[in-house]
């Protein structure tokens, strides 16, 4: 049995959500919420939803030492693309703390990324290519909104201590598939009503 349950990923947010009573920061957190499980699901097209994201949102990453900032959707859909495709859009979360306003989301955490060992090795880190592992890393993460739509994400790490490679169990790597099933009772659609536009 796995140590880790990506069905509590985003636990943080749900008890928020049951917490907050204004109507845009709860559109907020439940938009939030939509998009890290369908990212972790493998779902990524649906989080460009025109109701989800603006036309051209901005990523910007600090994070392992290495600067990244993308540009338009297309180039955002690359990175979701490819970590579908290795598995690696499946994430942990620990002692996330949240904060919400009518412009953003501010989220603190421990995440672990689940990262196959070939592409860590690609990186020069001493570890076994063909093994499974989940980088683990303090983050903050700043999502801005506009009218309820996602603008982008600054995501940074903002302590190297913390990082740490954890080796997984061959039981304990999730697929995709098996990633998508489990989160799919999870994946809600958004409110009826944006309040941010009527």
């Known amino acids: 049995m796995s140590r880790y349950d990506i069905t509590r990923t985003n636990i943080a ?23 890290r499980y369908l990212e972790m699901a493998g779902r990524f097209e649906e989080i460009f939803a025109p ?21 338009g959707a297309e180039a955002v859909k690359g990175v979701y693309s490819q970590w579908s495709a290795s598995a690696q859009c499946i994430f942990y979360a620990e002692d996330e703390k949240l904060a919400v306003s009518d412009d953003m989301i501010v989220s603190t955490a421990f995440i672990y990324q689940q990262t196959p060992g070939k592409v860590l090795a690609a990186e020069g880190l001493p570890v076994d ?18 009218n309820g739509l996602l603008v982008g994400e600054d995501v940074w790490e903002y302590d190297e201590r913390h990082r740490e490679v954890i080796p997984l169990d061959p039981s304990e790597v999730l697929t995709v598939e098996q990633s998508a099933a489990l989160l799919a009772p999870l994946i809600k659609p958004l409110p009826a009503t944006n309040p941010f536009t009527g």
């Open 129 to 146: 290519p063909e093994a499974w592992y989940l980088m683990k890393t303090a983050e903050h993460m700043v999502w801005p909104y506009e």
């Open 51 to 71: 109701d989800m994201t603006v036309a051209e949102p901005i990523y910007h990453f600090n994070m392992l030492g290495q600067t990244l900032t993308l540009e």
């Open 13 to 35: 947010v749900e008890r928020l959500i049951e917490t907050t009573t204004d109507p845009r920061h709860l559109y907020l957190l439940h938009a939030y919420n939509r998009h």
